[in-house]
């Protein structure tokens, strides 16, 4: 069985040209619904912000990093649901 990160760059849904797909987080403060909030940058020239329901890869310097998916976009700041099939890494 293909894994969520697999499957997901099969289907080509992250795309590192058109958007941005990886968000720095703390992994650490993952709420009880398995959610974290990630800042996003400011690029004016570069690849466009994640929308809800496309995947990202969450890292974290100190625990390595994990895949999710958008849930909700607040300004500069996107709250990201770990996938619970994806060990951290």
């Known amino acids: 069985m293909i894994g969520t990160h697999e499957q997901a760059h099969a289907e080509g849904r992250l795309d590192f040209a058109e958007r ?21 940058r400011f690029l ?18 100190a625990r390595g990093g994990s895949m999710a998916s958008v849930v909700e976009l607040n300004g500069w700041l996107a709250r990201a649901r770990l996938l619970p099939e994806q060990p951290q890494v």
Do not use: K, Q, T
């Not at 941005?20 to 996003?40: F, K, Q, T």
């Open 20 to 40: 941005e797909v990886v968000l720095r987080a703390n992994l650490d403060e993952v709420d009880a619904d398995g959610c974290v909030w990630a800042s996003m």
């Open 44 to 61: 004016l020239n570069g690849p466009r912000h994640p929308r809800v329901g496309e995947l990202v890869f969450l890292i974290d310097g």
